[in-house]
Structure formats: C-alpha cells, structure tokens
C-alpha cells in the first residue's frame, strides 16, 4: 500500500470511528475532545485487520498517535521493517 | 506447565451442535440444580476446541473466525447459558492476553487455557463498583519487581474453580490489569451460591490482602488497564454474549414449539390458537433479527471495520432483550408446566434475565451506543 492510500484508510476510519466530518493531517484528535472511550480497541482492530500488522506496547499510547501523520508514519514504518502479524 | 502443542482444527458449528444435544443439554438441569460445570466437562470441551477459540493456533487455540465463533456461541447458548457464558470468560481472558500479554505470559498460559488444564477468570465488579469501571477501587502498588494488591471483587464467573485470575486495579491512578494465580498468598476465593440465573457459574467474591504477585504479570502497559485490555475483554465478551442470547432465544422457541403442538386445550393444539401463534410470531421475528444483528457485528469485526464495536453493542443489547422476551413467553406458552423446576423453561426463564446485566448492563448499552453516534 503507497503513501495516499495509507492516508486515505487512516482519514476515513478516524473520521468515521470519531464522528467527525473532516479532520486534517496535522489535526489533534485529543485536543479537539473526539476521542471516546471504545475508539483504542477500534483502532487496534482496525490496524491489524487492514495492515496485518500489529503495533507495540508503546506505540498503542494516545499520546504517540494524536494525528492522522503519527499513525501513517507509524503505519509505514512498520511496512518497512516488514513486521507483520 | 509443559502442554505439549497441537494445532487443533476449528470446531464447525454442526460438530458442536451435535456435542450441545449429546453433552450438555442433557446435564443442563443437574448443572442447574448442583449450581457447577462439572470439570470433566471442561476437559470434553477442550477436546472439542472451546476453550481455545480465541487463543491463536501458535499456542495451541483454534483461533475460530467470528462468523464460526458466533455460530458455535449460539449453540452453547441454546445447549445451556452458564457453559455458553464459561466460554465467553475463556474469550475474555486469552483475547487481551494474546493481543497485550507479554510472550512468557503468552507461551505460559495459552496452551494449558486451550487444552482445558487452567481454567481463567476475569474480575472487574467490585462490591461497590459495577458499571462503573473506571472507579475501580481495588489498588495495586509497584515495588520493586513485585506489584501488591490490595481489595476486593465480586461476582467473578469461574472464580470458585479458576487457577487464573485476570484482575483489574489501579496503580498510582491508572487503571492495570494484572494476572493472579490462585494459590497466591493473600488471595481470599469465597463462594457465592445461591444465584437465580446462570447458577452453574460458579461466581466466587475475591478479596486480596497485600497479595503479591511479580510485577512481569501486568497485562499491557499501567494506564492500559480499562482502556486498552479491559475494554478489548468487554468487547470480546459482548459478541459472544450476544450470540449466546440468540441461542437461549432458539432454545426457548423449539420448546414452545413442541409444546404447542403436544398440548391441546378447547379441543385444538395451542399452536392453532392465534394468541398463541402471535408469541411464536413475534419469538421467531425477533429471534431472526438478532441473529442477523449478531451476522452482522461479526462480518464487522472479521474486517477491521470500527463500526464492527457499535454493531456489538446494538447486537447484544437486541440479543440479550430477544432472550428475555423469548423466555417470557415460552413460559407463558407452558403455562402451569412451565413453572415446575426441573422444566427447561423455568431454567431459561431465569437465565435470560441475566443477559441483560451481563458484560455490561441493557442501560450501559443504551449509553454507549449514544455515546458512540455522538448524541
Ligand atoms: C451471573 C453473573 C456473572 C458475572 N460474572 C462476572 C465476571 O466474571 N467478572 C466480573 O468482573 N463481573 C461479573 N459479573 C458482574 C457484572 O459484570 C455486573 O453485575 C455488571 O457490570 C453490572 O454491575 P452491578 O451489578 O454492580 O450494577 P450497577 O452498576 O450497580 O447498576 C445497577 C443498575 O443501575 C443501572 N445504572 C448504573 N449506572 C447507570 C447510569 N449511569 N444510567 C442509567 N442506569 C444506570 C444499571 O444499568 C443497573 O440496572 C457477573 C454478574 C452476574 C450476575
């Protein structure tokens, strides 16, 4: 998967996971309050099923993924390094 | 504990059903009445593949996809809900730990969950926390290698006969889930007897005084605790659940069948009267709907698509309502029969209703699905 389409499922699950109409890339999902408290597990599910990848401990803390950037560059990076499920 | 591993075949839903009508069906009434789950029946279910289907096939699970593991939630369901709702706590226990535990946890306790040699439990409600999660009181300190706790939880599934505790506290504040053994000095297992559904759950009331366990049995991170393993276990546990009310729902519904034509009154079997055809109607109507309610969350789930934990919510908030109903009127169709102990009904009468508070009560779901159309 390239670049646009990694961003393009990243911006359509956030937006339909946080219910929100538009989010750009450098938008903070925290600091805009959308996050609710089932939106963890919808994103680990999300994560494996589309990527087939699984993320570390670490990297499944809000706080690394704020914004639709984070969680492509966390998605590529783990492209690269070919760790898969 | 050396489990030598084997990579079972999944278990079709056509071989459990054939196991439910020859195995547990026909203990469900004793199982009932002796308030337990006998454990050579756990050792015939783990031969079957329950106990791992949501442990992956790396560690000895049969890893079922969640059209199959909702078709096999049905049957247990519909065979007898406190097996049905033991293997949604097996779920519980081995989906967050596959997914957060560490590889010792994983490589220890999987395979001997899978094959029926430790049974797990999950303890979240406290006597005085229920929906509430996030309030839990029960605390763990860190102290150097070792994480120490200190509370009390009730109502736990399993607890009388579990050898593994998934326990939830908080540690400076955040919320950590953390594996117990049974054994474990300070660790306090009474039973609690009495219940007036799923009395075959064999609930325990935990209490834990200065407990102390090694601090490498945390599951997932501190601060992971609700959000992440909790609520991943929850989630687990709705989908089952869920399927599991269909089949007590099914369940009800063959009994009123063969009852309403066995039975006849002013000259006519019951199932020609159209008051009665109306609850049969409407059993059957709302029995479809939440099955295809449960299809439905489960195609979800198998694609990753985040509207698959809404679809869960609304599917086991209709099933376990469709349970409900389902037994109300089967029991209204039996009648006087109905009422006996020892009649099928009377059992599903008083199960169903527990559906209803399990995995998070019907007024949760309500809240949730609220929460998550952003109302
Ligand atoms: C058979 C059985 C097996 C169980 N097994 C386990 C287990 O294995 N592990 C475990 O941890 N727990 C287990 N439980 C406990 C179960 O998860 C809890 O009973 C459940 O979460 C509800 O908590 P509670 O009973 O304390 O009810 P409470 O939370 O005290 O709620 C009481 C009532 O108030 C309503 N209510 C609460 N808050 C609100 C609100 N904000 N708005 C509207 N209504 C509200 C509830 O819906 C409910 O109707 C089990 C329970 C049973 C009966």
Not at chain 2, 54 to 64: D, F, Q, R
Not at chain 2, 210 to 220: F, L, T
Not at chain 2, 305 to 329: F, G, M, Q, R
Request: charged fraction near 25%.
């Amino acid at each position: 998967m390239n670049h646009e389409e990694i961003k393009e499922k990243v911006t359509s699950f956030l937006t339909r996971s946080l219910r929100t109409k538009e989010l750009h890339e450098d938008d903070n999902i925290l600091e805009l309050g959308l996050v609710h408290s089932l939106f963890m597990i919808q994103l680990i599910m999300f994560i494996e099923k589309t990527f087939h990848l699984e993320l570390e401990e670490e990297e499944l803390d809000m706080d690394n993924i704020k914004t639709v950037r984070d969680l492509v560059v966390l998605i590529e990076r783990h492209q690269q390094t070919g760790a898969a499920l | 504990m050396n489990t030598p591993l084997q990579t079972p075949a999944v278990p079709t839903a056509e071989a459990i059903r054939r196991f439910v009508d020859t195995r547990i069906q026909p203990q469900a009434v004793q199982m009932d009445q002796d308030q337990e789950i006998p454990r050579a029946l756990f050792t015939e279910m783990a031969a079957q593949g329950l106990m791992g289907l949501a442990v992956p096939a790396k560690y000895g699970g049969t890893a079922a996809d969640y059209a199959t593991l909702g078709a096999i939630h049905e049957e247990l369901g519909r065979g007898y809900a406190s097996v049905q709702n033991a293997c949604t706590v097996f779920g519980m226990v081995c989906k967050p730990l596959s997914r957060f535990g560490t590889e010792a946890q994983k490589a220890k306790w999987l395979p001997a969950i899978a094959a029926g040699e430790v049974i797990p439990a999950i303890a979240i409600t406290e006597p005085g926390v229920g929906s509430d999660i996030a309030k839990l009181e029960t605390e763990a300190v860190k102290e150097e290698e070792h994480i120490i706790l200190n509370g009390r939880k009730k109502y736990i599934t399993l607890g009388q006969v579990a050898d593994l505790f998934l326990v939830f506290a908080r540690l400076n504040g955040r919320g950590v889930a953390v594996l117990v053994e049974r054994g474990t000095p300070g660790l306090r297992v009474e039973p609690l007897h009495g219940l007036m559904g799923l009395r075959a759950n064999m609930l325990a009331e935990l209490s834990f005084e200065d407990c102390c366990v090694p601090a490498e049995n945390m599951v997932g991170k501190v601060g992971f605790g609700f959000t992440h393993v909790a609520n991943y276990a929850l989630d687990e546990g709705r989908y089952t659940t869920a399927c599991g009310s269909v089949g007590l729902a099914q369940a009800c519904l063959e009994l009123s069948f063969h009852y309403a034509a066995a039975r006849s009154q002013f000259g006519e079997q019951l199932r020609k009267h159209q008051l009665v055809q109306k609850m049969l109607s409407e059993m059957i109507t709302e029995t479809k709907a939440a099955r295809e309610l449960c299809a439905a969350a489960g195609r979800l789930r198998e694609q990753g698509d985040p509207a698959a934990i809404t679809e869960t919510l609304v599917a086991k908030y209709h099933a376990s309502k469709t349970a409900v109903l389902a037994a109300d009127h089967a029991l209204q169709i039996h009648g006087a029969a109905g009422c006996l102990n020892g009649n099928p009904v009377e059992r599903c009468y008083r199960d169903a209703k527990i559906m209803e508070i399990i995995e998070g009560t019907s007024q949760m779901h309500e809240l949730q699905i609220a929460r998550t159309f952003r109302l």
